[in-house]
C-alpha cells in the first residue's frame, strides 16, 4: 500500500503535547475496524469513534507504540490511508486602529440597492450553516434568524459561543456579517437579513479545533440539508494531509451545497502555498481574499489567480459578538460570510443557483480591483443581483486556470450559444459545445454569442501558472525543513514501511 501522506514537523508536534497522538484511519470495509481492534492491546491502540460518512476512524497512539502501531496499521490492505487529526485554526487579523469605524462593507457591495431591486432581504427558506466557534445564538441580532445546530467540540447539542483571550466571537462575529436583522436600536444588518442560520461548533474558546471535528460539521450539514455553508478557517497543509476534509466537501458539492470559505491570512500567493480548505478547487465552493475600504488588498490577506475566487471587504469590519454586544474585526474570515451571506441572498432569488453557477456570477458581475484573485474583483451585490433577476446571459465557469494540456467545459447560463470563439486560438481553441483546450501557456478569453447575437465574453482563462503578484515583494523563499539530525535507525527490519512511515511521521530520526 502506497501512502503520500506529508505532515509539516510543526503539526505533529502539536499534536503530540499530551504524551500521545491522534491520527484519523480510513477505512474501507469493517475488516479494518475488527484487525485494528484485535491489535488495540498489543500495539498500544485506541479506539476513539467512528464517523461514518466519511469512513474515518479516530485513534490515539501513544508516542513510544507510535511507530509499530502505525506500521501495523499501514500494512492493512482493508485500511486506504492514515492522516494526523491535525488542528485547524480561524482566520482572523489584528484591527487597524486608523480604520473605519463603521458598517462601510455593505454600502461598498451595494447591498441596500440590491435589496432595493430584489424587493426583499432574503429568505428564511435559505439555510447557512455557520461552521465555526461558535455563535451567541441570542444576540439579539441574532436569534430571530438562528436556528438549532450542534457543537462538536463539546459533542452536545449547545454550539454556544465561548469567548477568551483567542475568540472575541469569531462565529457570533460572521453570523452577524451574513444575517443580523437590523431591526435592533444601535445594532447592525448582515448583507442577508432574513435567513436561516444554523451555528455548527467545533473550534473551541481558543479559535482551534481537529480535522476530525470540521469532517463532522460538514456532514451534519449535508444531513440537515443546509444550502451554503461558511468556512472562516483552515490549516496550512498539504493535499495529502487534507484528504478527509476535501473529501466530507466533495460529499457536500454531490448534495448541492455551496461551500463558501477563507483564503486566510498569511499574505501569501495560495497559487504556490498549501492551505485547505481553500485550495480544494472544487466547483461548488467560493474561495475568498480580502479587500479594504478602499477596494485595497491588506497585507495579510492571501490571494491567487489560480486557487482564490474573489474579494470582498474584510477589514475594520463591524459585527456582532457575544453578550449583545458589537465590534471590528479584519481576515478573510470577515470577507468569507459577506460572500455566503450574499450567497444565501441570491438562492433567495432563485433557488437553483448551483456553486459553479452563483461563483460565475459574481465573478462576472464583480467590481475591477487590484487583488490578484480567478475574476481580479471585489462582489457587487447589486450586479449580481439585475444579472440574476433580468436573467442575463453569463459563462460558467466565467474564469479559470488550466494546466498546459488541460481543458474545461463552458456553458452559457440564461441562453443557448450558436458561437464559440477565442480571442487567441495560439493558446486556447474551442469548439461548437464550448469545450475549450489549451494549447500553449498564456491567457485568453472566449466569446459566446446567442441566437439573438448577444455575445458574452469570459474573463482570463489562463493555461499553466498564472501571474500572482499583487504589487508587494512577497515572502521569501522557504529554505525548507532541514530535517533532523540523522544516526538512529528505523526500529523495523522493513525498509519499505519505514520509508512510508516518513510521509506520517516526517520529523522521526531516520527519515532523511
Not at 312 to 329: E, F, Q, R, V, W
Not at 344 to 357: I, M, R, S
Not at 386 to 411: D, H, N, R, Y
Not at 478 to 489: A, Q
Amino acid at each position: 500500500m502506497k501512502i503520500t501522506t506529508v505532515v509539516s514537523l510543526a503539526l505533529l508536534l502539536a499534536a503530540q503535547t499530551s504524551g500521545a497522538a491522534e491520527f484519523l484511519v480510513k477505512y474501507k470495509n469493517t475488516n479494518a475496524l475488527n484487525n485494528i481492534a484485535s491489535m488495540q492491546e498489543s500495539a498500544g491502540i485506541e479506539m476513539k469513534s467512528i464517523h461514518q460518512p466519511g469512513q474515518l476512524l479516530k485513534v490515539e497512539i501513544a508516542k513510544k507504540n507510535e511507530v509499530r502501531a502505525l506500521a501495523a496499521i499501514m500494512k492493512d490492505s482493508n485500511v486506504e490511508y492514515v492522516v494526523p487529526n491535525f488542528t485547524i485554526r480561524a482566520y482572523t487579523a489584528p484591527v487597524d486602529a486608523a480604520a473605519l469605524k463603521e458598517q462601510y462593507a455593505l454600502a461598498k457591495v451595494n447591498a441596500p440597492a440590491a435589496w432595493q431591486k430584489a424587493g426583499n432581504k432574503g429568505s428564511k427558506n435559505v439555510l447557512l450553516a455557520v461552521i465555526d466557534t461558535g455563535t451567541d445564538y441570542r444576540h439579539k441580532d441574532l436569534a430571530a434568524n438562528s436556528v438549532p445546530g450542534y457543537d462538536f467540540r463539546d459533542n452536545d447539542a449547545d454550539p454556544m459561543d465561548l469567548t477568551s483571550a483567542q475568540n472575541p466571537g469569531h462565529g457570533t462575529h460572521c453570523s452577524g456579517i451574513v444575517g443580523a436583522t437590523g431591526l435592533v436600536d444601535g445594532g447592525i444588518t448582515g448583507i442577508s437579513p432574513e435567513v436561516s442560520m444554523m451555528p455548527l461548533r467545533f473550534l473551541g474558546a481558543d479559535g482551534s479545533g481537529q480535522l476530525e471535528g470540521a469532517i463532522k460539521s460538514i456532514d451534519y450539514a449535508i444531513e440537515k440539508k443546509v444550502q451554503v455553508i461558511s468556512a472562516s478557517w483552515g490549516a496550512s497543509v498539504p493535499l495529502s494531509t487534507a484528504k478527509p476534509l476535501v473529501e466530507a466537501m466533495e460529499r457536500a458539492e454531490a448534495a448541492g451545497i455551496i461551500f463558501v470559505t477563507a483564503a486566510a491570512n498569511d499574505g501569501k500567493n495560495n497559487d504556490t502555498s498549501d492551505v485547505y480548505p481553500a485550495n480544494a478547487g472544487l466547483p461548488n465552493m467560493i474561495t475568498v481574499a480580502a479587500s479594504n475600504s478602499s477596494d485595497a488588498k491588506p497585507s495579510w490577506s492571501n490571494y491567487g489567480k489560480a486557487k482564490v475566487s474573489l474579494s470582498a471587504p474584510g477589514d475594520a469590519i463591524m459585527s456582532t459578538l457575544p453578550g449583545d454586544k458589537y465590534g471590528n474585526l479584519s481576515g478573510t474570515s470577515m470577507a468569507t460570510p459577506l460572500v455566503a451571506g450574499l450567497v444565501a441572498f441570491l438562492k433567495a432569488q432563485d433557488p437553483t443557483l448551483t456553486g459553479a453557477e452563483v461563483k460565475a456570477l459574481l465573478q462576472s458581475t464583480g467590481a475591477k480591483v487590484s487583488i490578484a484573485t480567478a475574476c481580479n474583483c471585489r462582489i457587487d451585490a447589486l450586479a449580481a443581483t439585475e444579472t440574476l433577476l433580468a436573467k442575463k446571459p453569463f459563462l460558467v465557469p466565467a474564469a479559470a486556470t488550466i494546466a498546459e494540456s488541460g481543458s474545461v467545459q463552458l456553458t452559457l447560463k440564461n441562453a443557448v450559444a450558436s458561437k464559440f470563439e477565442s480571442s487567441n486560438s495560439s493558446i486556447l481553441t474551442v469548439d461548437n459545445n464550448g469545450l475549450v483546450k489549451a494549447v500553449a501557456k498564456g491567457t485568453a478569453t472566449i466569446k459566446a454569442t446567442d441566437a439573438n447575437g448577444v455575445v458574452t465574453e469570459s474573463l482570463d482563462i489562463n493555461v499553466g501558472a498564472a501571474s500572482s503578484n499583487p504589487g508587494n515583494p512577497g515572502n521569501p523563499p522557504d529554505p525548507g525543513n532541514p530535517g533532523m539530525p540523522g544516526g538512529d535507525e528505523c526500529p523495523l527490519q522493513d525498509p519499505a514501511t519505514c520509508q512510508m512511515l516518513c510521509q506520517i511521521l516526517p520529523s522521526a530520526p531516520w527519515c532523511k
